[in-house]
């Protein structure tokens, strides 16, 4: 049995008045630094007062709020997620972690429960990246991982970060001073939904994240020979979309056929001139592969190196491999998958291990404090839509793993 129980109706009832901030016909519009984003800011804060933590905005924008603890010598325990959405996204990507951590605080005040610990509740920003291109700003910029690129990065119309920064209550000129040291934070613990199917598939409520994916992003441009479409032989042609669209069916089989990697997309492709009547002279295409397993997007990457070296030969094409970006996974240890485990147990729940394929803000505050992620099942796995659906069960389920891990980190750091 867990030690005390989350109110199920209120945490439900704060998602709900949250998920009409910002709502639409076409989905959730708290895109970061909007003004949509920016009811949400408020309404958390709002509730992070009801429940009486005391409030600040760090110079990076990310919200804080606090409770003592008996020992406030001691790091603070860290619990929380995002408001943000992408556009018309969905009512629970982020919003669960953060609406279960003030549930949680809630619960502790009414139980009248002090832990040794202070505890803090953090509402990241621009956690999905969709302004500026720059993901994880708010988790980044706090876990020093905050780049020049972030800070020089210009929206669709041209617009800089500062301002928008200064909308929210951060100061681009003094981010820096948002960094935490390692230490300063015991633990950070994120509640969210799985946004992949395999917990609804299966009808276990409970997932122990067993890591964060990484992922390796590259654009493969291919060189042939532009020609009249009516006139030229097959034999003789140098189609650069038919190398592409081979090499798109290879990458694909990569993860679904020699389970090289755990996925594998070609997301993008271009074909120049683009023209009905000419052999297409030039294409590119995008692609990413990910696993949580470095060495798998190392093979994977290899692999794309073969199939791109076997193209030149097999189409007289000319290949050119550019690497874009990779980012490194985020294992989470197995002392804290363990403690997630007992979390789920002690209240009761079934629970099965899995690895996160989306990002997360955890992922950048690893860097700075141990972290463990909580997931719970996401309707036919949907996410980034405003079909988005997590049963209210399901996330007084979360919130109630969340209380259980919170109380046993108390006890144990
Ligand atoms: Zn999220």
């Not at 009486?52 to 001691?74: F, K, Y």
Request: include cysteine.
């Amino acid at each position: 049995m867990p030690r005390y129980s989350i109110n199920e109706t209120r945490i439900n009832q704060t998602m709900q008045e949250l998920g009409e901030l910002g709502d639409s016909p076409e989905g959730m519009l708290r895109v970061a630094y909007s003004p949509e984003d920016i009811t949400g800011r408020d309404y958390a804060i709002k509730m992070m007062q009801e429940a009486g933590l005391e409030t600040r905005i760090d110079t990076a924008g990310n919200i804080i709020g606090r409770r003592s603890g008996s020992d406030d010598s001691l790091p603070a325990i860290a619990m929380g997620s995002h408001t943000d959405t992408v556009p018309k996204g969905g009512k629970y990507d982020g919003a669960l972690g953060v609406m279960a951590a003030i549930e949680v605080i809630r619960t502790l005040e009414e139980q009248g429960h002090n832990t040794r610990h202070p505890l803090e509740v953090i509402n990241f920003t621009n956690e999905e990246g969709t302004r500026f291109h720059r993901w994880l700003v708010g988790s980044r910029s706090m876990s020093g991982l905050l780049e020049q690129e972030d800070l020089d990065a210009v929206d669709d119309d041209g617009l800089s970060l500062g301002p928008c920064l200064a909308d929210i209550g951060g100061d681009i000129s003094r981010i820096e001073e948002a960094v935490r040291k390692p230490g300063e934070l015991a633990a950070y613990f994120e509640l969210h939904i799985e946004q992949g199917p395999y917990l609804d598939r299966s009808g276990t409520p409970i997932g122990v994240v067993t890591g964060i994916t990484g992922r390796a992003v590259f654009e493969v441009e291919i060189e042939g020979k532009a020609n009249h479409a009516g006139t030229t032989p097959m034999s003789t042609r140098r189609d650069a979309l038919v190398s592409a669209s081979k090499l798109v069916l290879a990458i694909q089989k990569m993860a679904a056929e020699q389970e090289i990697c755990r996925v594998s997309t070609v997301g993008s492709i271009k074909a120049v001139p683009n023209a009905v009547n000419v052999i297409p002279g030039s294409a590119s295409i995008g692609l990413e592969f990910r696993d949580t397993n470095m060495e798998a997007l190392a093979a994977a990457e290899q692999e794309l190196q073969r199939i791109t070296d076997q193209a030149v030969i097999d189409d007289a094409v000319d290949i050119d491999v550019i690497r874009h970006r990779f980012t490194t996974s985020v294992p989470i240890t197995p002392d804290m998958q363990a403690m997630v485990a007992e979390a789920a147990e002690n209240c009761g729940f079934e629970w099965e291990s899995l690895p996160s394929g989306a990002g997360h803000d955890a992922q950048a505050v690893a860097n700075i404090a141990p972290v463990a992620m909580i997931f719970v099942p996401s309707l036919d796995g949907i996410s980034h839509s405003k079909e988005e659906y997590s049963t209210p069960q399901d996330c007084a389920n979360g919130a109630q793993v969340l209380l259980e891990l919170l109380l046993l980190a108390d006890d144990r750091f």
